[in-house]
């Protein structure tokens, strides 16, 4: 099984939907991320948790918000989605400790998601 | 905000040819990463790299750390057909803490059997 799982693996949406996306891990970090990636701009942070009581927004949050439920949930909505937010999106975890490691992001297989 | 600029944007290449490409920062990172993304995937981990000068193979990969830290390189030796894909540089930018993870924009790589 796959340690850092999303659903949905694609969805199609309306402008001015509410979308949300879920990420679920099984490698027991305490850091969690989101990512966007478009075409030719590689992945930019959207948000990022260091722990469940931890959010902290990253480089192009306006337009999204998060939840962390648990230590190992990180979910991502879009309140009312509009057409420039189609993109595929990231979720990444990383560890805490471990010398050597801790800066390691291991990532999901990406949600699809298209606003029309 | 921080620039990390990743080349060549693409290339095609003969099955059999060793293949390199790199990443420059306009600033120090403390750590690169390299990934490679395969279509409808996440990135993959391929080589972390957490030393100034530090050299490090994977493999037919090789990755090294450049000494003034703002650049890193990325080899593949004789390149198969599953080399296919996208590799990405990341950095983790020391001034701005420990969080933070700065990436390419990619290396599309096609290789020609």
């Known amino acids: 099984d796959a340690d850092v799982t999303q659903t949905p693996r694609n969805r199609i949406t309306k402008t001015g939907k509410r979308i949300m996306l879920e990420c679920s891990q099984t490698?027991?970090?305490?850091?969690m991320y989101w990512y966007r990636q478009d075409p030719g701009l590689g992945l930019r942070l959207i948000y990022y948790?260091?722990?469940?009581?931890?959010?902290n927004k990253g480089e192009i949050s306006d337009g999204y918000s998060v939840s962390r439920q648990a230590q190992a949930k990180f979910s991502l909505s879009l309140e009312s989605a509009i057409p420039n937010q189609t993109a595929l999106y990231f979720c990444?975890?990383?560890?805490?400790?471990?010398?050597?490691?801790?800066?390691?992001?291991?990532f999901g297989p990406g949600t699809r998601l298209t606003v029309l | 905000g921080q620039q990390l600029n990743q080349s060549p944007q693409s290339m095609f290449i003969q099955e059999g040819e060793d293949v390199s490409m790199n990443c420059t920062s306009s600033?120090?990172?403390?750590?690169w990463l390299w990934y490679k993304q395969d279509p409808g995937e996440g990135p993959v981990l391929l080589i972390a790299?957490?030393?100034?000068?530090e050299l490090t193979s994977n493999g037919r990969l090789t990755a090294q750390f450049g000494i003034t830290r703002k650049d890193s390189f990325l080899n593949i030796s004789a390149s198969i057909p599953s080399d296919v894909g996208i590799y990405f540089c990341?950095?983790?930018?020391?001034?701005?803490?420990?969080?933070?993870?700065?990436f390419g924009t990619g290396t599309r790589l096609k290789v020609l059997a």
């Open positions: 990444a975890t990383s560890d805490l400790g471990t010398s050597g490691s801790y800066n390691e992001q291991f």
């Open positions: 490698k027991g970090h305490d850091r």
């Open positions: 948790s260091f722990d469940v009581k931890d959010i």
């Open positions: 600033s120090i990172f403390n750590t």
């Open positions: 790299l957490y030393k100034a000068g």
């Open positions: 990341a950095g983790q930018d020391l001034p701005s803490g420990t969080y933070k993870y700065i």
